[in-house]
């Protein structure tokens, strides 16, 4: 601002010299001396203005990832911090304090608003990883506010009602600033793992809460909020590496009172409190110094303001303008107050804070004799989050969830779909969903939208995917165990048939294969030792030292799979309807990883491979593609690809022969990925095929031994098998992706794959296990 003043400044004197008219230059002193005047007043309500945006948005944080919402957030972010530099730093070279006076009773409130409010801490990960830079600044600044209200104010002001509420307001900023400092310091996962702190079983029983599991038609979202809390150091566990021994039983039988349903909606709360940790102050606010805080702010600042209006009443002479501004500062910094209050008292930390509390006088009369239940009713009826939650939403939902839920979208990317609805403004997107009428399912069609909004799960896809989730991890004793092989198998070399046989291998339990992470341990699988030999004997050396990465085992299979559902044979039925339905979405999710979301996958970062193939399977669209439309695009090419199996990835095959010339010399392109579309072609004619899965696809079929091992096996449902592979394949993803990568992704609206991870955390424990049976009918 100061800079503008000074250009304007110059103008006049450059005016001046080239003897330009009086009028310009009495035009350019009235701005120089108007914006010398306002400026303090203009950056203290940006400032304002910034804290209400950052109080109105950051919940929108747990559910989107993208739009212009976050970009807002991040732009106010960003100026808390500039405002109160600013103002500090031109306030203390300033010679006239008189002047000054009700500025500097203004700088209290920017450190409040630097403080930020409880609902967001730190804006992604890397900032928590830069506390010991913010201590500093909050050191330099509150030194630097503390000198401005002493020197403009406490020593120069004459007014002493002033004085005292300049000096509440200090004090009450200065704690607050330094708030949420310490908050940015424990919001670390390092920093959380050595603060771990395990709490032994309550002697109060969950069932005291909502009757221990016996609700059978499953968890409301205020009962699933309760059990997460009980069942949170599981989740937290899992963020900071940190292994939990013992487990609240009541909860664990609430978690599952409505079988999957229950599951999900407890881990989808544990998620919310583990954003609240890394993201928000929820890590002090709700502590017994945050509770005193947030019980005292209403009434210090109902006193600053009462100070302040009787100190104008009697003979304090301010500009209209000063006045409002500072009304307006102190009734919104009361309301907020107010707000804070409310949201801290009827929290569910603040349920969890008093049952693990000793007793005494204050928990029985306000926890025990359900005061504390009444209180969170009362707030929640208020819709003070669902308010957030719905601002600047094109419609509202008939039943919102809560707004702890995670919003049940995932990303979709289809490779097909890329390349055969022509040229693009946003080259990863995904189809929108047309409604073809109220009642009836969404269809996918070619309207292409930014993927980032994602589409929501439907309810049967779900459960689809969670039951075979529970298939994997614990088989059925009705079923052979053969079928059933573990989800941790590393991607590592092989047991090789020269090396030392195993003796007699018996299966160990899960949590002997997780133990501290050391999958490697773990003796080989049958297929592991069949395909080794397999590929001892027919492969060189060079092919035999590494295998494949997972993005490009995902890729193979969406491309096997996208040519298996064009060229099945259609069938009708429910149930196959579903299965295909929920294939598609699955297939189209782990594409979406591969294109957007590469840090939420294991294995090396293959940045240019799913470009590479896109423009493959984009030369494969022009060679197949007809003239007239008649048939499908993507049916179109995935019967090109079969026909034409090959020569598809022989430059010099004759099928290239009508290409155009700069097409034919694409084939030898490096950047053009061919291997992966034929490879997939393979496997997709072996899924249409099974009886050819010991020909030409043979050594595909090996190449993804390690990641489907049931690949060279007979299958009654192949529709049943596919989705099997792609819940596998995601399973592994989530659970071998980095915590770090987990973490950041919460503050991005989540992701399935971080779902499923915490999940299987879960299923670790004993107490889970009995459960899991009732998820499997």
């Known amino acids: ?48 203005l910034m804290y209400v945006i950052l109080a109105s948005f950051s919940e929108s944080r747990r559910r989107e990832g993208k739009g212009w919402k976050r970009v807002l957030l991040w732009l106010a972010y960003q100026l808390t911090e500039w405002c109160p530099a600013y103002v500090i730093s031109n306030l203390y070279l300033e010679t006239s304090p008189c002047e000054k006076m009700i500025v500097a009773f203004w700088v209290p409130f920017l450190l409040l608003h630097n403080a930020r409010p409880d609902n967001i801490s730190a804006f992604i990960s890397e900032d928590s990883e830069l506390w010991l830079r913010a201590g500093v600044f909050v050191f330099l600044q509150s030194v630097g ?90 989740c937290k566990g899992a963020f900071s590496d940190y292994s939990v021994e013992y487990m609240d039983r009541d909860a664990v039988r609430s978690m599952f009172s409505g079988q999957w349903e229950s599951m999900c909606k407890v881990v989808e709360m544990e998620l919310s409190l583990m954003y609240d940790i890394l993201y928000t102050k929820a890590v002090v606010a709700h502590t017994w110094h945050g509770y005193a805080i947030r019980l005292a702010s209403p009434f210090l600042t109902a006193t600053a303001l009462l ?62 004799l359900e005061r504390w239940a009444k209180l969170r009713r009362f707030v929640v009826s208020l819709r003070l989050s669902r308010l957030s939650l719905w601002l600047w939403t094109c419609a509202c939902p008939r039943e919102p969830k809560s707004y702890r839920r995670w919003a049940g979208t995932f990303g979709q990317c289809n490779m097909f779909d890329q390349c055969t609805v022509g040229n693009r403004r946003n080259l990863y997107s995904i189809p929108g969903l047309t409604t073809e009428s109220k009642g009836q399912l969404n269809s996918r069609g070619y309207e292409w939208e930014d993927h980032s909004r994602g589409l929501e799960i439907p309810d049967n896809v779900k459960k689809l995917v969670f039951i075979n989730m529970c298939k994997h991890l614990f088989p059925g004793p009705e079923l052979p165990h053969e079928q059933f092989v573990r989800v941790n198998v590393p991607p590592c070399q092989c047991h090789r048939p020269d090396r030392q046989a195993v003796a007699e291998y018996s299966p160990r339990s899960y949590e002997q294969q997780t133990h501290h992470l050391r999958y490697c341990q773990a003796p080989p699988e049958h297929y592991d030792e069949k395909a080794a030999d397999i590929k001892h004997a027919d492969q060189s050396d060079e092919d035999r030292r590494f295998h494949l990465e997972l993005q490009e085992v995902i890729l193979i299979w969406h491309i096997a799979t996208d040519v298996f559902l064009a060229r099945r044979p259609s069938i009708g039925g429910g149930k196959s309807e579903e ?118 696809s043979k050594g595909t079929m090996e190449l993804l031994a390690y990641w489907i091992p049931d690949l060279q096996k007979p299958h009654g449902d192949m529709l049943e098998f596919v989705l099997d592979a792609w819940v596998r394949l995601l399973m592994f993803a989530s659970m071998r992706c980095s915590r770090d990568s987990h973490a950041k992704q919460l503050s991005c609206g989540g992701e399935l794959a971080t779902l499923v991870w915490i999940i299987m955390e879960h299923t670790k424990n004993s107490d889970v296990k009995k459960h899991l049976k009732s998820l499997l009918r």
Not at 11 to 17: A, D, E
Not at 156 to 161: D, R
Not at 639 to 666: C, R, V, Y
């Open 1 to 48: 601002m100061h800079a503008c003043i000074c250009m304007l400044y110059q103008c006049n004197k450059l005016i001046l010299i080239a003897g330009g008219s009086k009028m310009a230059v009495a035009w350019i002193e009235a701005d120089v001396k108007w914006l010398s005047f306002y400026v303090y007043r203009i950056v203290l309500l940006l400032s304002f």
């Open 145 to 234: 506010s503390a000198f401005i209200v002493c020197r403009y104010i406490l020593l120069e002001s004459t007014a002493g009602l002033l004085r005292q509420a300049s000096f509440i307001m200090l004090l009450l900023g200065l704690y607050k600033y330094a708030e949420s400092a310490v908050a940015l310091r424990q919001c670390n996962l390092s920093r959380i793992r050595r603060s771990f702190r395990k709490l032994q079983p309550n002697a109060n029983s969950f069932r005291d809460d909502y009757g221990g599991g016996k609700n059978l038609e499953g968890l409301k979202d205020e009962e699933a909020l309760l059990v997460a809390h009980s069942l949170f150091d599981i």
């Open 307 to 368: 100070l302040f209006f009787l100190q104008c009443k009697e003979c304090m002479k301010l500009e209209p303008i000063d006045k409002a501004v500072s009304y307006i500062l102190l009734v919104t910094t009361l309301l907020h107050d107010v707000r804070s209050l409310l949201r801290a008292l009827a929290s569910g930390w603040t349920h969890s804070y008093f049952k693990h509390m000793s007793h005494n006088w204050f928990k029985h009369q306000f926890w025990c």
């Open 579 to 696: 299965l295909v339905k929920a294939m598609e979405q699955m297939s189209d999710y782990m594409m979406f990883l591969v294109a957007k979301r590469p840090q939420m996958l294991p294995g090396r970062t293959l940045g240019g491979l799913h470009e590479k193939t896109r423009r493959a399977v984009e030369l494969i669209w022009k060679v197949a593609i007809p003239t007239s439309h008649a048939t499908k695009e993507k049916e179109m090419v995935a019967k090109w690809m079969l026909n034409n199996m090959d020569g598809l990835n022989d430059p010099n095959s004759p099928i290239w022969g009508g290409t155009q010339k700069m097409d034919k010399d694409n084939l030898n392109d490096p950047g053009l990925n061919m291997t992966t579309v034929w490879r997939g072609a393979q496997l997709g004619q072996m899924l249409l095929n099974p009886p050819s899965r010991g020909g030409e």
